[in-house]
Structure formats: structure tokens, C-alpha cells
């Protein structure tokens, strides 16, 4: 299913996958993920920023203009409301988007291109699907190349990573976790997280 997956991204409009991405998988508490994205070209100016969470997320704060310019998330960690940290810099519009307890991203998907004097690339659009068919967004500005991951039947929704610098969201990938559980892998092994005190891991 993960394998399937994995094509499906790449041949949905998403030949814009970076070699960032689909090379990386993850195990967190003995829980295998996958690790899909970044979209885009990877800029020199950019910090990774890579976040791997415990909890349900209850909202996905934006902010946009004429691109996205920042992404935060903010998670239920066993009833406590936790607010990861913020990917990017200001922008002209302010967008908040509730979840419903049960609800999870099935699509996360946008458009992404250069933008500025400078050329730089960047994310210029997100929109979200949920399982429970609410669309939400476009948020930016919907030109450009477009991206789309489509989570199916087999892996749910585990978390974002990325590249932002103090204006802009630059690139976004997500992870997928399986519903089935590995016990074993082929080498080389996966890079393993240890679970910290805090509910989120960040950087």
C-alpha cells in the first residue's frame, strides 16, 4: 500500500517532488513512518524544519498574500492543547482552520514557484481535505506548478516537514504512517526519533 502510494504521488501532477523527499522513513516509538515531499526546488536560503507530533491536530494556522508565507499547527496531546512553532514570517491575510476531533487531512495539496525579485521558490498555495470531505482553502495565490498528496486507504496523516526562511512557507512534504504494524524492515534502517518529554518534537 505504502508503495502504491509512493507512485501515486509521482504521477499526480507531482513530478515536482524534490529528491528531498521519498528516500527517508522514520520509527517513533516503535511506530514506522514514511517520509513524502519536500514539493519544489530547495533553496540555499532555506532552513529545514522537520516536526513529528503525538496528537490529533486541532487547527493549522496560515498566513498568505500572494504566496504562503507562514504554517503552524496546533495539536490535542492526550486533552492538552499544544501550539508547535511557526514555519515562515508575516503575511497580508490570517487564516485559522478548525478540525473537528475526528477528522484527519486526506489531501494536502497547492501550487508552488518562484516569486520576489530574487526568483526565489516557494509555496504559493495550500488547500486541505479532510476525511470528512471539508475542503479547505486555497489559501495563496493559485499559480504556478502544482502539487498533490493524496493520502490513501492503508496510511493516515502523521505530520509536516519542510523549508521556510523569515518571509516564506518555501517547500512542504508530509509523513504517512501505515495502519499495519511493522515489526521489521530491510536495511538500512530507518532513522529512529526518540520520543521527548515535550508532545512534539521540532526543528
Given at each position: 500500500?505504502?508503495?502504491?502510494?509512493?507512485?501515486?504521488?509521482?504521477?499526480?501532477?507531482?513530478?515536482s517532488?524534490?529528491?528531498?523527499?521519498?528516500?527517508?522513513?522514520?520509527?517513533?516509538?516503535?511506530?514506522?513512518?514514511?517520509?513524502?515531499?519536500?514539493?519544489?526546488?530547495?533553496?540555499?536560503?532555506?532552513?529545514?524544519w522537520?516536526?513529528?507530533?503525538?496528537?490529533?491536530?486541532?487547527?493549522?494556522?496560515?498566513?498568505?498574500?500572494?504566496?504562503?508565507?507562514?504554517?503552524?499547527?496546533?495539536?490535542?496531546?492526550?486533552?492538552?492543547?499544544?501550539?508547535?512553532?511557526?514555519?515562515?514570517?508575516?503575511?497580508?491575510?490570517?487564516?485559522?482552520?478548525?478540525l473537528?476531533?475526528?477528522?484527519?487531512?486526506?489531501?494536502?495539496?497547492?501550487?508552488?514557484?518562484?516569486?520576489?525579485?530574487?526568483?526565489?521558490?516557494?509555496?504559493?498555495?495550500?488547500?486541505?481535505?479532510?476525511?470528512?470531505?471539508?475542503?479547505?482553502?486555497?489559501?495563496?495565490?493559485?499559480?504556478?506548478?502544482?502539487?498533490?498528496?493524496n493520502?490513501?486507504?492503508?496510511?493516515?496523516?502523521?505530520?509536516?516537514?519542510?523549508?521556510?526562511?523569515?518571509?516564506?512557507?518555501?517547500?512542504?512534504?508530509?509523513?504517512?504512517?501505515?495502519?499495519?504494524?511493522?515489526?521489521?524492515?530491510?536495511?538500512?534502517?530507518?532513522?529512529?526519533?526518540?520520543?521527548?518529554?515535550?508532545?512534539c518534537?521540532?526543528?
Open positions: 500500500m505504502v508503495l502504491f502510494l509512493l507512485l501515486d504521488l509521482m504521477h499526480t501532477g507531482n513530478s517532488l524534490s529528491a528531498e523527499g521519498l528516500k527517508m522513513s522514520i520509527i517513533q516509538n516503535d511506530q514506522f513512518a514514511i517520509k513524502l515531499g519536500v514539493t519544489g526546488r530547495v533553496s540555499h536560503r532555506s532552513d529545514r522537520d516536526e513529528v507530533c503525538y496528537g490529533n491536530i486541532k487547527q493549522i494556522l496560515i498566513t498568505h498574500g500572494d504566496a504562503i508565507n507562514s504554517i503552524q499547527l496546533a495539536y490535542d496531546y492526550n486533552g492538552i492543547p499544544i501550539l508547535a512553532h511557526r514555519h515562515g514570517g508575516n503575511g497580508d491575510r490570517f487564516d485559522c482552520i478548525n473537528l476531533s475526528w477528522e484527519t487531512l486526506t489531501v494536502v495539496k497547492g501550487y508552488y514557484g518562484p516569486v520576489g525579485n530574487d526568483g526565489i521558490h516557494v509555496v504559493l498555495s495550500l488547500t486541505f481535505v479532510t476525511s470528512g470531505g471539508t475542503t479547505y482553502g486555497p489559501f495563496g495565490r493559485e499559480s504556478g506548478t502544482p502539487f498533490c498528496f493520502i490513501r486507504n492503508g496510511v493516515h496523516f502523521w505530520g509536516f516537514h519542510g523549508f521556510s526562511n523569515s518571509s516564506y512557507l518555501c517547500n512542504i512534504g508530509i509523513y504517512v504512517k501505515p495502519t499495519a504494524e511493522y515489526k521489521h524492515h530491510f536495511l538500512p534502517q530507518p532513522q529512529k526519533f526518540v520520543a521527548a518529554v515535550s508532545a518534537k521540532a526543528s
